[in-house]
């Protein structure tokens, strides 16, 4: 009998549902006041970042789980879970049943994600570069930015970054350690710097 194996198994699950029971709340009561729309069932894991700048929305669907703390995702989780709109105007809509992994969001126009994507450890997703490339310009000036879609049922693999004007079309896997910086079609999976197709999925 593996004593040692099941008690750091149930201290671990005790940790979770402690965590769960505990943050959910909060969180509930944080968006709140912050003015961040979040669907109902949703459920938080460690500590998490929420920035809403005024006249810009952040909504939140049904069932989303965020997981910030390392012990949270066995993956690697190195960071909180942050979504934020750092321009007025600004938008994220986030689908239902969601899960997210020590991801950022980070929007200056337009970030939408459909129902049930997976987004792995690390991963960052952002529809500006916010800096510019001109460096006069790259402290004060303004970066410019285009609109992200996520689509239904895709999955981003551990340390996936996407970036300013792309769309991954639903049910496509995106690789680990993939940088996304064009539109990838449906039913496929991507992956690589900058991410290209590798295949066709058989959906």
């Known amino acids: 009998m593996d004593f040692s194996g099941k008690f750091f198994k149930y201290a671990h699950l005790f940790r979770m549902y402690l965590s769960r029971y505990t943050r959910t709340p909060y969180y509930y009561l944080v968006t709140r006041v912050r003015g961040v729309r979040l669907g109902r069932h949703c459920t938080f894991y460690g500590k998490m970042i929420f920035y809403r700048k005024p006249d810009s929305v952040i909504q939140i669907g049904d069932r989303c789980g965020f997981r910030s703390a390392s012990w949270a995702n066995m993956v690697g989780i190195d960071r909180s879970c942050t979504v934020a709109t750092h321009y007025s105007g600004a938008k994220i809509i986030i689908g239902n049943q969601?899960?997210?992994?020590?991801?950022?969001?980070?929007?200056?126009?337009?970030?939408?994600?459909?129902?049930?994507?997976?987004?792995?450890?690390?991963?960052?997703?952002?529809?500006?570069?916010?800096?510019?490339?001109?460096?006069?310009?790259?402290?004060?000036?303004?970066?410019?930015?285009?609109?992200?879609?996520?689509?239904?049922?895709?999955?981003?693999?551990?340390?996936?970054?996407?970036?300013?004007?792309?769309?991954?079309?639903?049910?496509?896997?995106?690789?680990?350690?993939?940088?996304?910086?064009?539109?990838?079609p449906p039913n496929v999976v991507a992956g690589g710097n900058p991410a290209v197709v590798i295949k066709q999925l058989g959906v």
């Open 98 to 184: 969601c899960g997210f992994s020590g991801t950022v969001i980070g929007a200056k126009e337009s970030i939408t994600l459909g129902n049930n994507v997976l987004c792995g450890g690390n991963t960052f997703i952002t529809d500006f570069d916010w800096h510019c490339v001109d460096p006069d310009k790259r402290r004060t000036g303004d970066p410019p930015s285009k609109p992200v879609a996520i689509e239904d049922n895709v999955w981003l693999g551990a340390n996936v970054m996407v970036l300013k004007g792309v769309t991954i079309g639903k049910n496509s896997v995106i690789g680990a350690n993939s940088v996304v910086v064009k539109s990838i």
